[in-house]
């Protein structure tokens, strides 16, 4: 079973989505980034490398959200998706075809890979519309 992280960065209440690139195998389609857990390195440490790989930003790595275990045919993930904010550096996608900043309820506009959706859900009831608060 493959471990692989995924972050939640937030910013001013929205969260950050990437749209994998056209040569991925599950191209185009929406993920929190994030990736593999190399030898020797714990969740945050990877979740701080991949931010800085994918984006060549710095993160804190705050709380585990949720982890899961997804099957594809190729094999199992197990995932750890971690809440992070986005301490430092110039937002610069060097393996994704785009990225956005989203409210938690607009997550399920999004086709997410399968591994993430599950995530993309739980925020999605941990943060609902506040529909007496909505003009």
């Not at 001013?12 to 040569?23: D, F, V």
């Not at 790989?53 to 949720?66: A, H, K, Y």
């Not at 110039?90 to 993430?116: C, G, I, R």
Request: charged share 25%; with cysteine; glycine share 6%.
């Amino acid at each position: 079973m493959l471990k692989v992280t995924a972050a939640i960065v937030t910013k001013n209440n929205r969260i950050l989505i990437a749209q994998k690139g056209p040569t991925d195998k599950r191209a185009l389609k929406w993920e929190f980034p994030g990736g593999k857990i190399d030898p020797g390195e714990t969740p945050e440490q990877c979740l701080a490398r991949e931010l800085m790989e994918e984006f060549e930003i710095e993160i804190s790595v705050g709380d585990l959200f949720t982890d899961s275990i997804f099957i594809y045919p190729e094999g199992q993930l197990y995932i750890l998706a971690y809440f992070c904010t986005w301490s430092g550096g110039e937002m610069n996608p060097t393996e994704h075809a785009d990225y956005k900043w989203v409210l938690a309820e607009e997550l399920d506009q999004f086709d997410f890979v399968p591994s993430d959706l599950p995530i993309a859900q739980k925020l999605m009831r941990k943060f609902p519309v506040d529909k007496k608060n909505t003009p």
